[in-house]
């Protein structure tokens, strides 16, 4: 399968070797800055014949790819998305899927028409620790669901930002819930039964002056189902990165998901007793390296069999629209300064440009 990716920055490692583990040949790469593309190509030892792209409409005229990494600053992601399936290349687009509804509805709309496969990059859905979780919603093991929070508590300094001028910025990427956060909104929203009736946020710039977007977000999201979540992200923790739990607590059962990215069980009570908590918590641990955990691996895996079997990706493009939705009223709540009702038709992050000017 002819696979290439498009932005060769700090994300893209994790797809390259996701890619040739799962036996894509990697034919093009594409970035505005060729040093990047170079030491991509030495970093994976990947053949010499690779064809570098400068200009990615470029690239998808000349090599008919069957799937497409989008992995640049977010707010190229819509058009980018938009251009590769007019060229009929199947896409695993870097959260979030687009910076506005209306780029994520025209998707999802021209994706169907053609049908072409596209995936969200959520791919914390794929750890251990979530796939077990999840199971236990599916079997109704919690019986009725009653609250649910996420927490998000990380570190992001100066030097960050600057290492990507389009961090923080309204245009190409929104603050802390945007970027940092939104992988455990979308598993919070995912475990919670998807359809929500009422936001409430604040958000707020702290301590970062020289960004645009906010670096706390807070939330109340009240679910169709009757549940409740609660939504805590902050790039503000002294000094580093303290943790990025989920909690779900239901009639019958109490679930703890802890560790650098949800990659662990730390808490596992059931009325059921169907198994042993101590048992699970040794079973469903993984210990990766940085944030990103170990999912890409197998959401790739996942979505070429989606393409070979004509069926959609277990991470749709629907559910990279949900993520982004819950975020966009997070953001609409807190600068109107009321109760946002869902769903949302229209709302970008240029809405909310100049929020946090002083």
């Given at each position: 399968?002819?696979?290439?990716?498009?932005?060769?920055?700090?994300?893209?490692?994790n797809h390259i070797a996701a890619a040739l583990e799962n036996g894509?040949?990697?034919?093009?790469?594409?970035?505005?800055?060729?040093?990047?593309?170079?030491?991509?190509?030495?970093?994976?030892?990947?053949?010499?014949?690779?064809?570098?792209?400068?200009?990615?409409?470029?690239?998808?005229?000349?090599?008919?790819?069957?799937?497409?990494?989008?992995?640049?600053?977010?707010?190229?992601?819509?058009?980018?998305?938009?251009?590769?399936?007019?060229?009929?290349?199947?896409?695993?687009?870097?959260?979030?899927?687009?910076?506005?509804?209306?780029?994520?509805?025209?998707?999802?709309?021209?994706?169907?028409?053609?049908?072409?496969?596209?995936?969200?990059?959520?791919?914390?859905?794929?750890?251990?620790?979530?796939?077990?979780?999840?199971?236990?919603?599916?079997?109704?093991?919690?019986?009725?669901?009653?609250?649910?929070?996420?927490?998000?508590?990380?570190?992001?300094?100066?030097?960050?930002?600057?290492?990507?001028?389009?961090?923080?910025?309204?245009?190409?990427?929104?603050?802390?819930?945007?970027?940092?956060?939104?992988?455990?909104?979308?598993?919070?929203?995912?475990?919670?039964?998807?359809?929500?009736?009422?936001?409430?946020?604040?958000?707020?710039?702290?301590?970062?002056?020289?960004?645009?977007?906010?670096?706390?977000?807070?939330?109340?999201?009240?679910?169709?189902?009757?549940?409740?979540?609660?939504?805590?992200?902050?790039?503000?923790?002294?000094?580093?990165?303290?943790?990025?739990?989920?909690?779900?607590?239901?009639?019958?059962?109490?679930?703890?998901?802890?560790?650098?990215?949800?990659?662990?069980?730390?808490?596992?009570?059931?009325?059921?007793?169907?198994?042993?908590?101590?048992?699970?918590?040794?079973?469903?641990?993984?210990?990766?390296?940085?944030?990103?955990?170990?999912?890409?691996?197998?959401?790739?895996?996942?979505?070429?069999?989606?393409?070979?079997?004509?069926?959609?990706?277990?991470?749709?493009?629907?559910?990279?629209?949900?993520?982004?939705?819950?975020?966009?009223?997070?953001?609409?709540?807190?600068?109107?300064?009321?109760?946002?009702?869902?769903?949302?038709?229209?709302?970008?992050?240029?809405?909310?440009?100049?929020?946090?000017?002083?």
């Amino acid at each position: 399968m002819r696979y290439a990716i498009i932005g060769c920055g700090r994300i893209s490692p994790n797809h390259i070797a996701a890619a040739l583990e799962n036996g894509l040949d990697v034919v093009a790469l594409c970035d505005i800055e060729e040093a990047k593309m170079d030491e991509t190509i030495e970093k994976f030892n990947l053949s010499k014949k690779i064809k570098k792209y400068l200009d990615y409409k470029l690239m998808l005229e000349n090599e008919k790819l069957e799937l497409v990494a989008i992995c640049t600053e977010s707010g190229k992601h819509g058009k980018m998305a938009l251009d590769c399936i007019e060229a009929n290349a199947n896409l695993i687009i870097e959260k979030p899927i687009a910076l506005s509804l209306e780029e994520a509805d025209l998707i999802i709309e021209k994706a169907n028409k053609k049908n072409i496969k596209v995936s969200a990059c959520h791919q914390n859905r794929f750890n251990k620790s979530v796939q077990k979780i999840r199971e236990a919603v599916e079997a109704n093991r919690f019986g009725k669901l009653m609250h649910a929070t996420a927490h998000i508590r990380w570190n992001r300094g100066e030097d960050y930002y600057k290492q990507a001028p389009w961090r923080g910025t309204w245009e190409q990427d929104g603050g802390a819930l945007m970027n940092q956060c939104i992988h455990n909104i979308d598993l919070l929203r995912w475990m919670m039964g998807d359809e929500i009736t009422e936001v409430v946020g604040m958000t707020d710039n702290l301590i970062h002056g020289y960004i645009a977007a906010e670096d706390l977000g807070m939330a109340l999201v009240k679910f169709s189902n009757g549940s409740y979540g609660i939504i805590e992200g902050t790039t503000n923790i002294y000094p580093r990165n303290l943790e990025e739990t989920l909690y779900i607590f239901g009639e019958k059962g109490t679930v703890k998901a802890g560790g650098k990215s949800v990659n662990l069980i730390e808490e596992w009570q059931f009325a059921d007793n169907l198994d042993n908590s101590d048992e699970v918590k040794q079973n469903y641990f993984e210990n990766p390296p940085n944030v990103y955990g170990f999912g890409h691996k197998p959401l790739y895996k996942d979505v070429i069999e989606a393409i070979e079997n004509d069926r959609q990706p277990y991470v749709t493009a629907i559910d990279g629209r949900n993520a982004l939705e819950l975020v966009l009223a997070i953001y609409k709540s807190a600068a109107e300064g009321k109760s946002i009702k869902l769903p949302l038709d229209k709302c970008s992050t240029i809405d909310f440009k100049g929020r946090f000017n002083r």
